[in-house]
């Protein structure tokens, strides 16, 4: 299949009308700070401010919400460094359905609590392997021994299209985004939110921005496939992802304008600076698209932005 035709297969709208059960309309935010240090006007779509804390929640419910009931009372499995594993958490509970989930030993314990908080007793955690990658590897092999379903963090349709709702509420709210900065991992909400943007929005300059640490998109973009990156820096937890996916890369290739990598150091300061001048608490990854706008400074001058 063609990647415009992948993306001719989403169903944006029945997607959004899925979540709505379980989903919060986040503000689209003017920033007045950063709107003047970078003289155009900038939004920060505040997926922090979701139920489950990040816009993980869309893609893991639409798609959960698309298995019939009988493959569902099996139970299903997720890998997940934090933020999947919330929104698969909470949607178990949701939906009534047993959860396992792994995490990465290294994963903090304040998302391995936040989890347990919203998967209550419809979830078991399993903490194993030191990246995101090593727990998956387990996590497949453990659902293929108790014939349970596995549900991914980016590299599926419905993940996908779950994501790109945030696109879609951006769009209610204003009609002209001339940049917009998406922070990449395994490229689900990239590709989600770039094919939404590429059907309804195509003048708008779509950036990947990923950590410098994990560049495994631009690395997939060199190579002109997936590639496994050998080592990764696990600063950015939410986007250090060694291998994009098979279907989100196509679709990031065909939607995204360019991609920018930012230093961790960089990432660092964005997350004191959006603290101490705005009061906002964001990961690593909340931070990241917001850190590489001293890279678009010229280009964005005079211009309406999201990130």
């Known amino acids: ?103 990465p030993i290294i994963t903090p314990k304040q998302k391995i609590n936040q989890t347990k908080m919203f998967g209550e007793d419809a979830i078991e955690i399993i903490l194993t392997g030191d990246t995101f990658d090593d727990c998956a590897a387990a996590a497949q092999e453990y659902t293929l021994h108790h014939g349970m379903t596995f549900i991914p963090p980016f590299d599926d ?5 779950g994501q790109a709702t945030v696109g879609m509420e951006i769009l209610e709210e204003l009609h002209l985004v001339d940049y917009l900065f998406l922070p990449v991992g395994g490229g ?10 590429q059907r309804q929005a195509p003048q708008t300059k779509i950036i990947g921005v990923e950590p410098e640490g994990a560049p495994s ?40 304008s360019e991609l920018c990598l930012v230093p961790e150091g960089k990432v660092c300061t964005t997350i004191l600076n959006l603290y101490n001048q705005n009061a906002i608490v964001a990961e690593p990854a909340g931070a990241l698209s917001i850190a590489a706008l001293d890279a678009f400074a010229d280009q964005i001058k005079n211009k309406t932005v999201v990130c």
């Open 1 to 103: 299949m063609q990647v415009q035709e992948k993306i001719e297969v989403f169903n944006f709208q029945e997607a959004y009308q899925k979540l709505k059960q379980v989903v919060v309309k986040t503000p689209l935010q003017y920033n007045e700070v950063l709107s003047k240090q970078y003289h155009c006007k900038i939004f920060l779509k505040r997926e922090d401010l979701q139920i489950v804390r990040s816009y993980k929640i869309r893609g893991a419910f639409n798609l959960l919400n698309s298995i019939p009931t009988e493959q569902l009372q099996k139970g299903v499995v997720c890998a997940s460094a934090g933020n999947h594993a919330q929104g698969f958490a909470y949607s178990c509970k949701y939906l009534g359905i047993k959860g396992v989930i792994f995490m």
């Open 157 to 161: 349709f419905k993940i996908i299209e």
């Open 188 to 197: 689900g909400l990239a590709a989600g939110v770039g094919s939404y943007f």
């Open 217 to 256: 998109m631009t690395k997939a973009f060199e190579c002109g496939y997936p590639v496994a990156l050998p080592t990764i820096d696990r600063f950015v937890d939410g986007a250090a992802v060694k291998k994009v996916g098979n279907l989100t890369y196509p679709i990031c290739k065909s939607t995204l």
